[in-house]
């Protein structure tokens, strides 16, 4: 089993449509949480951390349930620039690194006109 | 501020050829980590260094060594390529305290024949 997994997609939405991803982690001992987006044939860059409350940054909204250990991402009114796979990242603590970051394999949003 | 620099951006090399992927940063940050990007497989951890003087193996190691130059440089050595070491080679850097997300070099595309 793998300790990230998404659904890979892709979704296909329409402009202005509502979107939301979800991710399941299998360490119950993760201690943060991560969104990061990767343009095709690009670096990953963070688009947001994930905290227990619950987190908003404009049209994208972050939520973590622990007791269920998923994470999920909702994109309100899609833009076309949303277009890009969208990787669940989940930090691990290891003693000689301090922490490690585990990468889902990433769910591929396709924002059509 | 330049972030991640990597290079080379392209390499295409025969097997049995070895080679050297450079990596520097100038965010003062103590971590850095080597990455492997391929399909359906997310990106996996290859090596890594916490600060500088020392580093340790990730999950996928064989066929590759590292070395902290200094705080700057991380470097990758590939030193008989091989046809399953094609892939995306992304170089990222951390700040040791107090912050978990990564910060990610533009890649380099790597092709073994």
């Known amino acids: 089993r793998k300790e990230v997994e998404q659904d890979p997609g892709p979704f296909n939405v329409p402009e202005g449509a509502t979107v939301a991803f979800n991710c399941t982690y299998s360490?119950?001992?993760?201690?943060?949480f991560f969104w990061y987006r990767q343009d095709c044939r690009k670096e990953p860059k963070l688009l947001m951390s994930?905290?227990?409350s619950g987190n908003e940054d404009g049209r994208f909204t972050a939520q973590l349930n622990r007791a269920s250990q998923y994470i999920s991402l909702l994109i309100r009114d899609s833009k076309l620039s949303d277009s890009a796979t969208y990787l669940c990242?989940?930090?691990?603590?290891?003693?000689?690194?301090?922490?490690?970051?585990?990468f889902g394999g990433g769910t591929r949003l396709m924002v059509k006109p | 501020n330049a972030g991640v620099t990597q290079t080379p951006k392209f390499q295409v090399l025969k097997t049995g050829q070895s080679m050297t992927l450079q990596c520097a940063q100038d965010?003062?940050?103590?971590?850095m980590y080597w990455y492997r990007q391929d399909p359906g497989m997310g990106l996996r951890l290859i090596y890594y260094?916490?600060?500088?003087?020392?580093?340790d193996k990730g999950e996928v190691p064989n066929g590759y060594n590292v070395s902290r130059l200094n705080k700057r440089e991380f470097s990758l050595r590939l030193e008989s390529a091989a046809p399953s070491q094609t892939s995306v080679y992304f170089c990222?850097?951390?700040?040791?305290?107090?912050?978990?997300?990564?910060?990610f070099g533009p890649g380099t595309r790597l092709t073994v024949t």
């Open positions: 990222a850097s951390r700040r040791q305290q107090g912050a978990y997300e990564q910060y």
């Open positions: 360490n119950s001992a993760s201690q943060s």
């Open positions: 994930v905290y227990s």
């Open positions: 990242v989940v930090n691990d603590l290891n003693n000689n690194a301090g922490n490690m970051l585990t």
């Open positions: 965010m003062n940050h103590n971590s």
């Open positions: 260094s916490a600060s500088e003087g020392t580093t």
